[in-house]
């Protein structure tokens, strides 16, 4: 199920978010269960309104649980909070 996010604003930068059980899955969270920060993404456009985000070492990444479908995570779409206006 794919998450649905709002774009925030960090100094110059806009943020989207990745859901956490995603990454952890992939094996992209340290021992703590935080962003493991020395892991690298391209971050790219690939056409007005969609990018792609890639990790540059895909030797970090676990995938041996994949199948090919997209993981049902159980994230709710506009599980994410906020408000709606």
């Known amino acids: 199920?794919?998450?649905?996010?709002?774009l925030n604003v960090?100094?110059?930068s806009g943020m989207v978010t990745i859901p956490?059980?995603?990454?952890d899955m992939c094996g992209l969270?340290?021992?703590?269960?935080t962003p493991d920060t020395e892991i690298?993404?391209?971050?790219?456009?690939?056409q007005p309104g969609e990018w792609r985000i890639s990790v540059l070492d895909?030797?970090?990444v676990d995938d041996s649980w994949y199948t090919g479908d997209t993981p049902e995570t159980g994230v709710q779409v506009g599980?994410?909070?906020g408000s709606r206006g």
């Open 1 to 6: 199920m794919p998450s649905i996010n709002k």
């Open 10 to 12: 960090r100094g110059n």
């Open 20 to 23: 956490k059980d995603e990454l």
């Open 29 to 33: 969270l340290d021992e703590d269960g």
């Open 40 to 46: 690298q993404f391209l971050v790219k456009m690939e």
């Open 58 to 60: 895909e030797s970090c």
């Open 79 to 81: 599980a994410g909070g």
